[in-house]
């Protein structure tokens, strides 16, 4: 009998596909990292960072003119089973990536940039879901991490490379902090830039662990940060295990204090098993470090709270100290000082900020940020070449455009970082204001 070839065509076809899909799946199955290799990923980074680009010196720009230059910065981290220094597309995953930077640069010409990724406002074109400009870029422990910053001159048709810097972070090389001036592996351009950790933040850690009572065990938590910590949660382990009553909810810890927190009845308060005591375990508060929130001690006595040992000192100024100190003491909006009653006009406003180094050194140049806070809108910077110990300077930014309404305005001295100071806690000052309509 001779068979349908309708049907014999069919059944080629779906052999055919079958054949395919089932090729395909092996070489995914084979080209796929293992089981093995597939590292789960932390629960905490090891360090929070910001990546600056203070200026670059454009040492041949490809033109007979100025070059109209475009820069972009990237952060990446290395995926699992690939190559330790992998650069290409299905090797990485983007945690960031600048905006175009543009600007026009004759040959041998320094172009001051002063960006901060991923915090510098509209500085960033993407941002991965774990990378903020309040916490920057967290970094794993065991894991590797690319960047670079890359530079072309435009012509009207068609882009010519003039290099990159570019870098590796990790763990064997102190994930590349530090201030940094490179040449661009073609050597057509330098750059001056920073990989710095963050400052601002608060730092939980539980230091005592004592009974109160007969049934209730209480805890001591110090926030040896920069700033303040909202609230979180404390629980109390015994022998490894969460009993009733385990987690109890702290109001919050300002920089500097010691919060104590008690729970409630415990079935056993004794010395014949191991406490732990665990901070922040649902990772509601960011901190400077992520590896210090837990407490173990062998057994646990009844009776008055032990003694709680002194979180890390803040510092203040001392007239013999020797070191500047900035810090910002009055934002005043057209010539007063706002009292969010009509204190600005809806469009353009001049507004003052006033600077003063209450340290006993002198400070070298430093960049002044303004911004509109609640918007997250960069207003302006300005630069100021030093100030005596002692001294105060007012900078006039005029042309500060402003909408009608209420909004917050942030400055920020030694924005970029550049003045090693006494105390770092206080170079930030914000004022309401309130704009009319303009007349």
């Known amino acids: 009998m001779n068979a349908n070839p309708h049907r014999l065509r069919s059944q080629y076809r779906f052999r055919v596909v079958w054949s395919a899909l089932l090729a395909l799946a092996l070489l995914a199955s084979a080209l796929a990292p293992s089981a093995s290799v597939q590292a789960q990923q932390p629960i905490d980074p090891v360090k929070h960072v910001f990546f600056s680009l203070d200026h670059v010196v454009i040492h041949n720009n490809l033109d007979q003119d100025a070059g109209e230059i475009r820069m972009t910065v990237r952060v990446w981290r290395i995926n699992d089973g690939c190559p330790s220094d992998a650069t290409s597309f299905d090797c990485i995953t983007d945690l960031m990536r600048s905006s175009k930077?543009?600007?026009?640069?004759?040959?041998?010409?320094?172009?001051?940039?002063?960006?901060?990724?991923?915090?510098?406002?509209?500085?960033?074109?993407?941002?991965?879901?774990?990378?903020?400009?309040?916490?920057?870029?967290?970094?794993?422990?065991?894991?590797?991490?690319?960047?670079?910053?890359?530079?072309?001159?435009?012509?009207?048709?068609?882009?010519?490379?003039?290099?990159?810097?570019?870098?590796?972070?990790?763990?064997?090389?102190?994930?590349?902090?530090?201030?940094?001036?490179?040449?661009?592996?073609?050597?057509?351009?330098?750059?001056?830039?920073?990989?710095?950790?963050?400052?601002?933040?608060?730092?939980?850690?539980?230091?005592?662990?004592?009974?109160?009572?007969?049934?209730?065990?209480?805890?001591?938590?110090?926030?040896?940060?920069?700033?303040?910590?909202?609230?979180?949660?404390?629980?109390?382990?015994?022998?490894?295990?969460?009993?009733?009553?385990?987690?109890?909810?702290?109001?919050?810890?300002?920089?500097?204090?010691?919060?104590?927190?008690?729970?409630?009845?415990?079935?056993?308060?004794?010395?014949?098993?191991?406490?732990?005591?665990?901070?922040?375990?649902?990772?509601?508060?960011?901190?400077?470090?992520?590896?210090?929130?837990?407490?173990?001690?062998?057994?646990?006595?009844?009776?008055?709270?032990?003694?709680?040992?002194?979180?890390?000192?803040?510092?203040?100024?001392?007239?013999?100290?020797?070191?500047?100190?900035?810090?910002?003491?009055?934002?005043?909006?057209?010539g007063r000082v706002p009292d969010g009653k009509d204190d600005c006009k809806d469009g353009k406003n001049t507004v003052a900020v006033t600077v003063k180094n209450v340290g006993a050194a002198d400070a070298g140049s430093f960049v002044v940020h303004l911004s509109e806070d609640k918007a997250d809108v960069a207003l302006g910077d300005k630069k100021v070449d030093g100030l005596k110990a002692g001294q105060d300077r007012e900078l006039r930014f005029d042309g500060v455009r402003l909408k009608k309404g209420t909004q917050t305005l942030e400055a920020f001295v030694d924005s970029k970082e550049s003045v090693a100071e006494l105390n770092e806690a206080n170079n930030r000052l914000s004022v309401a204001s309130s704009c009319k309509d303009d007349d």
């Not at 970094?139 to 882009?159: K, M, N, Q, T």
């Not at 837990?294 to 006595?301: H, P, T, V």
């Not at 032990?306 to 005043?332: C, G, H, R, Y």
Request: proline share 9%; hydrophobic share 35%; glycine share 10%.
């Open 101 to 334: 930077i543009d600007f026009r640069a004759n040959d041998g010409e320094t172009v001051n940039l002063g960006i901060s990724f991923p915090d510098t406002p509209g500085a960033t074109d993407y941002r991965g879901p774990d990378v903020g400009p309040s916490f920057g870029i967290p970094l794993y422990p065991g894991r590797r991490y690319g960047w670079e910053i890359s530079a072309v001159e435009r012509d009207f048709i068609w882009s010519r490379s003039l290099g990159r810097v570019s870098g590796i972070m990790h763990a064997e090389n102190d994930w590349g902090l530090g201030v940094h001036d490179d040449h661009a592996d073609t050597g057509h351009f330098s750059a001056h830039y920073a990989i710095q950790p963050i400052k601002w933040a608060p730092n939980l850690k539980p230091v005592a662990l004592d009974a109160e009572g007969t049934s209730s065990v209480c805890v001591s938590v110090a926030n040896d940060g920069t700033t303040s910590a909202g609230p979180f949660g404390v629980t109390v382990l015994v022998d490894g295990s969460a009993g009733p009553n385990a987690t109890v909810e702290s109001d919050g810890a300002d920089a500097g204090t010691t919060a104590r927190v008690c729970t409630g009845p415990f079935e056993v308060v004794d010395a014949q098993h191991r406490w732990s005591v665990v901070v922040d375990d649902q990772r509601k508060i960011v901190e400077l470090d992520e590896y210090d929130n837990r407490l173990d001690r062998e057994g646990l006595g009844a009776g008055p709270a032990s003694p709680v040992p002194s979180p890390m000192p803040m510092p203040s100024p001392k007239p013999n100290a020797s070191l500047p100190d900035l810090t910002i003491t009055a934002i005043e909006i057209n």
